[in-house]
């Protein structure tokens, strides 16, 4: 629930200027969010002992850890101005599943860790505000006054803070343990069900005792004190093989005592029937202009958006800007206000609509000749937060305003995220500072820069976009930029340690009618890993087909699919060879296949790389084109590696969720 929490009375042992808090976490939902302070983290709490209410005094934030979008996030307040550390991770912490996650701070550097592994830090020498008056919580940050400030969809198990900051030998040395004592052990709370009052959670260390409100007990699957989860040492077929009708999938295990093991098999086809479509929409501003009868050009635009939906399997819509002509004129807003509209009609399969994103272009900011101030006056009127706001794509703004936004929907089991920036030949470090926070949050989904002037008609940046894209050239995630403003097309591909992002530039205005419609339709492919980029116009029913106009991409669609299979081996025994295995007959000849696995050995989980492999008609074609083929070694079979006796029955664990 949203007021879920648990917490203790204010105890000053817990406020620490050395320290490490650790838990095993489960995402299970959004969650709401809390923030560490100004210039800190927006975050979903894990754990914190404060958060941001003044600079300078006792209600600074002693130290706050959550989940910033989807990885990790930790930030304190320090004691000399109440300035914030933040740090963030970089790895998603993927939902439904149990992870172990870690803050620690050592007076040199704040790091996150997810699964033992580092995953961010930042370096600072700053000392924590101890002297906090806050108490220590988990699931939520409590303020001074006693209010509780976000809350966890989810749940935590085997929460521990510790009085310096643990290594990270230290940190996988004990993740998979029950710790009730220990050197620097400050407070560690089991959240076991100990029959007693199911509204406190004892502290087995110190006199620190949570207080649980809302949030329930309930068995769990974190295995402690059963040793270290399986290790995936192979797999097979290998990723990228040809194979022939039958395909015996198998996974290589390396295990610290030998158990049985059962093996979850996730298999699934990739064809035309995974593939889908973002639609663009270049500068529309001629359509709307009055007395020229152009304003169905628009309204075909969005119409055939809604009408041929399920056919091209639509999935979003995204808009480069310029939406209207003159800014003063208010019958252009109305015109655009009603084309747009078309796209929030309801549907069963979208209650909201159709998912859509906004650039401003100049001609809807003001910024035209030697205007230098932008005035976004009436498209906030019209396309304000407060027209998106409670729709279930619509991610957030930049500022106050919706000038700078971004939204997000789905796609064969991937997110999307498009963020859509103001035009603007100055942009503020701020705003680019934000766009580069919004795909960083969110570094499994697929990222689309939306700017209104990107390229020019040689396929060059514009002054912005240059900017736009050195600010984010390092997101792996970032795949693709689009824009118009300039009456031509073009496009580009820039690679940044091995990176590549996709720019294209379509802007249709300079011709007969401003455009007669012509809009571009991104056809993805997951099973080829293309994007096909055709331009058609809905009132014409013609698509333009020149190498400008019609062409693909190649893009890792990785991940994109439909339904999986699953194929299940129970209790193998890993150490026998093809005990794991499982055969799968009668693939279809011509088709990719798509696969992982995860493994289950005493309640401890491994997870295999997702992968995939093509069907040929045989056995001895696929040998021979694998020939030809740099591929991985064949499926070792190494043998367990003894690490000592462990408890194979421990006892359930159950904890505290939401």
Request: negative net charge.
């Amino acid at each position: 629930g949203v007021d879920d929490v648990a917490r203790t009375a204010l105890r000053p042992e817990l406020g620490l200027d050395r320290f490490t808090v650790e838990a095993w976490l489960r995402r299970d939902g959004a969650g709401t969010t809390f923030t560490s302070g100004a210039g800190g983290l927006r975050m979903v709490p894990i754990a914190a002992k404060g958060l941001g209410e003044g600079d300078g005094s006792n209600v600074d934030c002693n130290y706050a850890f959550g989940l910033w979008g989807d990885v990790l996030g930790a930030d304190f307040e320090d004691l000399a101005t109440g300035g914030n550390h933040p740090v963030v991770g970089h790895t998603a912490v993927a939902p439904g599943v149990w992870h172990h996650v870690a803050m620690t701070f050592d007076g040199a550097a704040l790091r996150v860790y997810l699964d033992g592994e580092l995953d961010g830090e930042t370096a600072t020498t700053a000392m924590p505000r101890a002297d906090s008056i806050h108490p220590f919580a988990i699931g939520g940050a409590v303020a001074s006054d006693g209010t509780v400030h976000g809350h966890l969809a989810g749940a935590l198990d085997e929460v521990r803070v510790w009085g310096y900051a643990r290594t990270a030998d230290e940190l996988v040395d004990g993740m998979y343990q029950t710790i009730a004592v220990g050197d620097g052990l400050i407070g560690r709370w089991a959240l076991d069900d100990d029959g007693g009052d199911p509204a406190t959670a004892a502290d087995s260390v110190g006199d620190a005792p949570l207080t649980v409100t809302g949030a329930t007990r309930t068995p769990d699957d974190v295995a402690l004190d059963q040793g270290a989860p399986p290790v995936v040492a192979a797999t097979s077929p290998v990723d990228g093989a040809m194979h022939g009708p039958d395909v015996a999938l198998d996974v290589a295990l390396e295990l610290a005592t030998p158990a049985p093991v059962d093996v979850t098999y996730h298999l699934r086809p990739l064809d035309d029937t995974d593939d889908f479509t973002i639609v663009v929409l270049p500068d529309t501003q001629i359509y709307t202009l009055e007395g020229r009868n152009l304003e169905h050009y628009f309204h075909d635009q969005t119409r055939w958006v809604r009408q041929h939906r399920a056919e091209y399997n639509i999935v979003g819509v995204i808009h480069n800007g310029d939406l209207i002509n003159n800014e003063p004129k208010l019958y252009q807003w109305g015109v655009a206000d009603a084309a747009m509209g078309r796209l929030e009609t309801p549907e069963a399969e979208l209650p909201d609509g159709m998912p859509y994103g906004l650039a401003i272009g100049n001609h809807d900011n003001k910024l035209l000749g030697s205007n230098t101030v932008p005035d976004t006056t009436k498209f906030n009127r019209y396309f304000g937060v407060d027209r998106f706001a409670g729709r279930a794509y619509y991610g957030g703004h930049h500022g106050a305003k919706n000038d700078d936004s971004w939204v997000t929907f789905s796609a064969g089991g991937v997110d999307f995220v498009v963020v859509s920036l103001m035009y603007d030949l100055d942009p503020d470090p701020a705003v680019l500072a934000w766009a580069h926070s919004i795909f960083a949050m969110h570094p499994d989904a697929f990222g689309i820069l939306n700017t209104h002037y990107l390229l020019g008609s040689g396929g060059n940046f514009g002054p912005q976009a240059r900017q736009i894209y050195n600010a984010l050239r390092d997101l792996p995630n970032v795949h693709l930029m689009t824009g118009g403003h300039i009456a031509a097309e073009s496009r580009r591909v820039d690679t940044f340690h091995g990176h590549a992002i996709h720019s294209m530039l379509a802007d249709y205005q300079g011709r007969t009618d401003g455009g007669q419609g012509y809009l571009r339709l991104w056809e993805f492919s997951p099973a080829r890993g293309t994007i096909d980029v055709r331009t058609y116009s809905p009132t014409l029913d013609r698509y333009e087909t020149d190498g400008n106009s019609e062409f693909s991409l190649d893009v890792d669609l990785r991940g994109f699919g439909g339904p999986y299979r699953d194929l299940v081996v129970a209790d193998a025994d890993p150490t026998e060879p093809g005990a794991t295995a499982v055969v799968v007959e009668g693939l279809v000849p011509g088709t990719t296949y798509e696969w992982y696995a995860d493994v289950d050995s005493c309640g401890l989980h491994a997870r295999t790389p997702l992968q995939r492999f093509t069907v040929v008609d045989s056995a001895a074609t696929a040998r021979r084109i694998n020939a030809t083929l740099s591929l991985p070694a064949r499926l070792p079979r190494p043998r367990p590696v003894p690490d000592g006796p462990v408890d194979a029955t421990g006892p359930d664990d159950p904890t505290l969720a939401d």
